[in-house]
């Protein structure tokens, strides 16, 4: 079984940064692509960054230039660097990874959430 925990997310003005963590865990044998999502009330779901296993990044048009998706292999933890944050970015942010575990099995996994509130 494999686990994702989130960590970093709260409360942000106008302008600041956060950094958000997502840390794969269990019996993993490798992981590709990995990456954020985000969900907020009344809007779809939108894909926020991905990062593939070789460090290729792609970014919403509306964080680009932002936000800074990252990921260190050895330790199977995806980074979200969210910078010139502003109120629209308030939203439940989920990671995820494309995990081969042990047994050689192919999942996608999820993070169980956390909250990104962006209020003066």
């Known amino acids: 079984q494999v686990q994702l925990v989130e960590s970093g997310g709260g409360l942000a003005q106008p302008g600041g940064s956060l950094r958000l963590s997502c840390a794969a865990s269990?019996?993993?044998?490798?992981?590709?692509?990995m990456g954020w999502y985000r969900q907020a009330p009344g809007k779809e779901r939108e894909l926020v960054a991905s990062?593939?296993?070789?460090?290729?990044?792609n970014y919403a048009d509306s964080v680009k230039g932002r936000f800074a998706i990252s990921r260190d292999n050895a330790k199977n933890t995806v980074y979200l660097q969210m910078n010139s944050l502003l109120p629209d970015d308030t939203a439940v942010y989920y990671c995820?990874?494309?995990?081969?575990?042990?047994?050689?099995?192919?999942?996608?996994?999820w993070g169980q959430g956390t909250q990104v509130t962006v209020s003066s």
């Open positions: 990062i593939t296993s070789g460090g290729s990044t």
């Open positions: 995820y990874g494309g995990v081969r575990d042990t047994y050689s099995k192919f999942d996608y996994y």
């Open positions: 269990g019996s993993i044998f490798s992981i590709a692509g």
